[in-house]
């Protein structure tokens, strides 16, 4: 062994001893929450509510300590910083102490660990050398120095390490594992700088394929909620994420940030009660995502406020009584200038509507010789409230109604449409039309989302729960001090947070799905991930998840395929936000080799696409390789293409197709020898090999693509879905076709 191995090894060594530190506190602080746990499940304490409440509570929140712990166990440290005072600080994914509070390990979010991501030979920031530890579960495996300071190269016996492929290099060099890994260890500055923005209004990410765009918006919401955690972690943060195989894809991101109290979502899920995947045509979602639809909705609801076509007879116990159409459109009038919703505004023009009834009701007696005095108003007010027909004129004026209800019912109504509808859509608006039956689209989900804002409802009953809870809030949290005071001391629980869980038991339901079940809920930060697919309408929707207007918005204009998205981030969210608009670019290409990328930005460039700028990492080995052949053998060349590049071992495959084709290229595969499962749909990533539109592939990564006629999926959503399926790959792109290929794709 030479004198540089020796080094190498000595460093190894040396790093090894502190990592074992690490892992030993670590090992003890999970023994240590776990006999807490024990303790409390042992407990026999619990003959109250309030002392099972207390009890479940502890549970609870030792439960969730013990799973971050956990899910850091086997890498909880990744780096190193030695700076100019002689300091050295370790890195992880969380923070660490002795139990005399000595720090050993560093959050990587907090504001020591900044450096770690933005020192430069430029700009320093007072660190001498960056090291980046390479470890295979606890052991370290590997080194790498950064060398900041040049003068540490000048000590005699420097400890420095000069190899190594590199963190990030290593980590955008490996296989795809289905599921997205976390970059903690390896974010570049300026993804950091955008992670860690204090900016309170929207930040949007504009990125080409392969930026870490999705990455750093996961890691934003972890820093978010570490360090605002008081003002989050009892609204939580929403994530908004194109399909459930994308939910999928990065749903131990977080986790393994140390975070887990997250809502994560689909478009079609945005509307509690509906859950939905079905998308409808581009001429139908185009229209029902243009803004105009607001004002139709808005309109079709004050149709159903409804004045009668003549005055209505009644008798009340043989008094005659006329409910005029003066009457209905006064009430009418008044319930409007309310300004409340629909539903909570029916009882303003019922209220107003029987003040006008009995007055004439009240001289319509006495015209019989009765005698009415102030007290009888009370009892004559009961009367008409009571009288079936009066209820039904009422109800006929103005119903109340769900969202889903009325949404059907004006949809399955021609006229009603041709009556609200805008000038804008005068001429569409039959496309909108259906039987009431049919199935909810996510294009209908914003919608219903604008029907719920319209109708609103009874805000009495919620203005109440919101008193009581106040008060119920406070007298926990003294109860929980006075709880963790006589019997933990440990300092991992605080009053507060018992506080909260005990809410939640009480509640019986967590953050994400009371959050979920709430269309009223408010998010104190939202991150939408493929944000361009988002028509103005969606827009709407999500703007009112978060009053504060505090967005993380990530996403590439130049890969929108929806008939309805945009390609304006401008256009699209300054109509919310104003001047509270940032926008920043990612720049550097860590997914697809060039090789491959200036294929595909050549072909975005020849249809015009708003192609970001971007360089990657990687040159690569494998140029495209793209295969000719007759229509007629397409489905079985596309088998042979696959089985070829299986054979080779490169990773997961992506076989991406136009939506009609994903069966046929499926059963194909399925039926050859040697193959492995073969996965549909987004919900493939599992899978070694999946079959997929680009659609479904939005936002996720393989290996190696195989791309079945390219002209097609330009047919089908525009050039954007070709640009999304030809950057999926880490390393091989193979294209097989029968049609002419687009323009800038053959090279």
Same mark, same amino acid.
């Given at each position: 062994?030479?004198?540089?191995?020796?080094?190498?090894?000595?460093?190894?060594?040396?790093?090894?001893?502190?990592?074992?530190?690490?892992?030993?506190?670590?090992?003890?602080?999970?023994?240590?929450?776990?006999?807490?746990?024990?303790?409390?499940?042992?407990?026999?304490?619990?003959?109250?509510?309030?002392?099972?409440?207390?009890?479940?509570?502890?549970?609870?929140?030792?439960?969730?300590?013990?799973?971050?712990?956990?899910?850091?166990?086997?890498?909880?440290?990744?780096?190193?910083?030695?700076?100019?005072?002689?300091?050295?600080?370790?890195?992880?994914?969380?923070?660490?102490?002795?139990?005399?509070?000595?720090?050993?390990?560093?959050?990587?979010?907090?504001?020591?660990?900044?450096?770690?991501?933005?020192?430069?030979?430029?700009?320093?920031?007072?660190?001498?050398?960056?090291?980046?530890?390479?470890?295979?579960?606890?052991?370290?495996?590997?080194?790498?120095?950064?060398?900041?300071?040049?003068?540490?190269?000048?000590?005699?016996?420097?400890?420095?390490?000069?190899?190594?492929?590199?963190?990030?290099?290593?980590?955008?060099?490996?296989?795809?594992?289905?599921?997205?890994?976390?970059?903690?260890?390896?974010?570049?500055?300026?993804?950091?700088?955008?992670?860690?923005?204090?900016?309170?209004?929207?930040?949007?990410?504009?990125?080409?394929?392969?930026?870490?765009?999705?990455?750093?918006?996961?890691?934003?919401?972890?820093?978010?909620?570490?360090?605002?955690?008081?003002?989050?972690?009892?609204?939580?943060?929403?994530?908004?994420?194109?399909?459930?195989?994308?939910?999928?894809?990065?749903?131990?991101?977080?986790?393994?940030?140390?975070?887990?109290?997250?809502?994560?979502?689909?478009?079609?899920?945005?509307?509690?009660?509906?859950?939905?995947?079905?998308?409808?045509?581009?001429?139908?979602?185009?229209?029902?995502?243009?803004?105009?639809?607001?004002?139709?909705?808005?309109?079709?609801?004050?149709?159903?406020?409804?004045?009668?076509?003549?005055?209505?007879?009644?008798?009340?116990?043989?008094?005659?009584?006329?409910?005029?159409?003066?009457?209905?459109?006064?009430?009418?009038?008044?319930?409007?200038?309310?300004?409340?919703?629909?539903?909570?505004?029916?009882?303003?023009?019922?209220?107003?509507?029987?003040?006008?009834?009995?007055?004439?009701?009240?001289?319509?007696?006495?015209?019989?010789?009765?005698?009415?005095?102030?007290?009888?108003?009370?009892?004559?007010?009961?009367?008409?409230?009571?009288?079936?027909?009066?209820?039904?004129?009422?109800?006929?004026?103005?119903?109340?109604?769900?969202?889903?209800?009325?949404?059907?019912?004006?949809?399955?109504?021609?006229?009603?449409?041709?009556?609200?509808?805008?000038?804008?859509?005068?001429?569409?608006?039959?496309?909108?039309?259906?039987?009431?039956?049919?199935?909810?689209?996510?294009?209908?989900?914003?919608?219903?989302?604008?029907?719920?804002?319209? &109708?609103?409802? $009874?805000? +009495?009953? #919620?203005? /109440? %729960? @919101?008193? !009581?809870?106040?008060?119920?809030?406070?007298?926990? *949290?003294?109860?929980?001090?006075?709880?963790?005071?006589?019997?933990?001391?440990?300092?991992?629980?605080?009053?507060?947070?018992?506080?909260?869980?005990?809410?939640?038991?009480?509640?019986?339901?967590?953050?994400?799905?009371?959050?979920?079940?709430?269309?009223?809920?408010?998010?104190?930060?939202?991150?939408?991930?493929?944000?361009?697919?988002?028509?103005?309408?969606?827009?709407?929707?999500?703007?009112?998840?978060?009053?504060?207007?505090?967005?993380?918005?990530?996403?590439?204009?130049?890969?929108?395929?929806?008939?309805?998205?945009?390609?304006?981030?401008?256009?699209?969210?300054?109509?919310?936000?104003?001047?509270?608009?940032?926008?920043?670019?990612?720049?550097?290409?860590?997914?697809?080799?060039? &090789?491959?990328? $200036?294929? +595909?930005? #050549?072909? /975005? %460039? @020849?249809? !015009?696409?708003?192609?970001?700028?971007?360089?990657? *990492?990687?040159?690569?080995?494998?140029?495209?390789?793209?295969?000719?052949?007759?229509?007629?053998?397409?489905?079985?060349?596309?088998?042979?293409?696959?089985?070829?590049?299986?054979?080779?071992?490169?990773?997961?495959?992506?076989?991406?197709?136009?939506?009609?084709?994903?069966?046929?290229?499926?059963?194909?595969?399925?039926?050859?020898?040697?193959?492995?499962?073969?996965?549909?749909?987004?919900?493939?990533?599992?899978?070694?090999?999946?079959?997929?539109?680009?659609?479904?592939?939005?936002?996720?990564?393989?290996?190696?693509?195989?791309?079945?006629?390219?002209?097609?999926?330009?047919?089908?959503?525009?050039?954007?879905?070709?640009?999304?399926?030809?950057?999926?790959?880490?390393?091989?792109?193979?294209?097989?076709?029968?049609?002419?290929?687009?323009?800038?794709? @053959?090279?």
């Amino acid at each position: 062994m030479d004198d540089a191995e020796e080094q190498i090894a000595r460093e190894i060594a040396r790093e090894q001893a502190y990592a074992d530190r690490l892992y030993a506190r670590l090992d003890e602080l999970m023994v240590q929450v776990e006999r807490n746990l024990n303790q409390i499940q042992g407990s026999q304490h619990a003959s109250t509510h309030q002392n099972r409440s207390e009890r479940d509570s502890f549970m609870a929140l030792y439960e969730d300590r013990l799973a971050l712990l956990r899910s850091v166990a086997r890498s909880v440290v990744f780096g190193r910083l030695d700076m100019d005072d002689a300091a050295r600080h370790y890195i992880g994914r969380i923070g660490l102490f002795t139990p005399e509070r000595e720090q050993l390990l560093v959050d990587w979010r907090a504001p020591a660990a900044s450096a770690f991501y933005r020192a430069t030979s430029a700009e320093r920031l007072e660190v001498r050398l960056r090291r980046h530890l390479i470890n295979r579960g606890r052991s370290v495996i590997g080194l790498e120095d950064d060398v900041l300071d040049q003068s540490v190269l000048d000590a005699p016996h420097h400890d420095v390490v000069l190899q190594g492929e590199g963190a990030l290099l290593a980590a955008v060099s490996g296989k795809r594992t289905g599921r997205m890994g976390d970059i903690v260890a390896t974010i570049q500055g300026e993804q950091d700088r955008i992670i860690r923005s204090e900016n309170r209004g929207v930040m949007v990410v504009q990125g080409g394929p392969g930026t870490g765009k999705t990455a750093v918006a996961l890691h934003r919401a972890a820093y978010l909620l570490y360090t605002h955690r008081r003002r989050l972690e009892h609204t939580g943060v929403l994530i908004m994420a194109p399909t459930p195989g994308f939910l999928r894809y990065i749903e131990r991101v977080l986790p393994s940030l140390g975070e887990s109290g997250v809502v994560m979502l689909t478009p079609g899920e945005l509307f509690p009660g509906v859950e939905t995947f079905l998308h409808d045509g581009d001429e139908v979602a185009r229209l029902k995502g243009d803004i105009a639809m607001a004002e139709l909705l808005s309109r079709a609801v004050k149709q159903r406020q409804v004045v009668p076509q003549a005055d209505v007879r009644l008798r009340i116990d043989g008094t005659p009584l006329t409910l005029t159409r003066e009457v209905i459109r006064a009430a009418r009038r008044e319930a409007r200038a309310s300004h409340k919703p629909h539903n909570s505004a029916r009882a303003v023009f019922v209220r107003a509507a029987m003040d006008r009834l009995v007055d004439k009701y009240e001289k319509s007696l006495r015209s019989q010789g009765h005698t009415v005095v102030p007290e009888d108003r009370a009892d004559l007010l009961a009367d008409l409230r009571n009288d079936p027909e009066i209820k039904r004129q009422l109800n006929l004026a103005w119903l109340p109604y769900t969202p889903q209800g009325f949404l059907r019912i004006l949809f399955s109504r021609p006229e009603r449409l041709r009556e609200v509808a805008p000038r804008s859509l005068a001429d569409q608006v039959e496309l909108l039309v259906r039987p009431k039956d049919a199935p909810w689209t996510v294009e209908d989900v914003p919608l219903l989302d604008e029907v719920a804002e319209l &109708l609103g409802e $009874d805000s +009495a009953p #919620a203005e /109440a %729960r @919101a008193r !009581d809870d106040a008060e119920r809030r406070k007298a926990d *949290v003294d109860y929980a001090r006075k709880v963790i005071e006589s019997f933990d001391s440990s300092g991992i629980v605080r009053a507060e947070d018992l506080a909260d869980q005990v809410s939640q038991v009480r509640d019986g339901r967590t953050l994400a799905e009371r959050a979920s079940s709430e269309r009223s809920w408010t998010y104190g930060h939202v991150v939408v991930d493929e944000a361009q697919e988002h028509s103005p309408m969606s827009w709407r929707a999500l703007m009112r998840r978060a009053p504060t207007k505090s967005f993380t918005v990530v996403g590439d204009v130049a890969q929108t395929s929806s008939a309805g998205g945009t390609d304006s981030w401008s256009a699209a969210l300054s109509p919310y936000i104003q001047d509270r608009l940032q926008i920043e670019h990612l720049t550097v290409n860590y997914r697809t080799p060039s &090789l491959i990328m $200036d294929r +595909a930005v #050549a072909m /975005a %460039r @020849a249809h !015009d696409l708003p192609v970001t700028e971007v360089s990657s *990492v990687r040159e690569g080995d494998r140029a495209p390789r793209i295969e000719r052949t007759e229509e007629s053998a397409l489905t079985a060349r596309t088998g042979d293409a696959v089985a070829a590049v299986y054979e080779e071992r490169l990773g997961r495959l992506a076989v991406i197709v136009a939506a009609e084709r994903i069966s046929a290229i499926a059963t194909e595969l399925r039926s050859r020898s040697g193959m492995p499962k073969v996965g549909v749909g987004s919900a493939g990533v599992d899978d070694e090999i999946a079959v997929m539109s680009a659609q479904d592939a939005k936002g996720l990564e393989f290996d190696a693509v195989v791309l079945v006629e390219p002209a097609e999926l330009i047919d089908a959503h525009g050039a954007g879905d070709l640009y999304v399926a030809m950057s999926r790959s880490t390393q091989h792109l193979g294209v097989v076709h029968a049609r002419e290929l687009p323009a800038g794709m @053959a090279g």
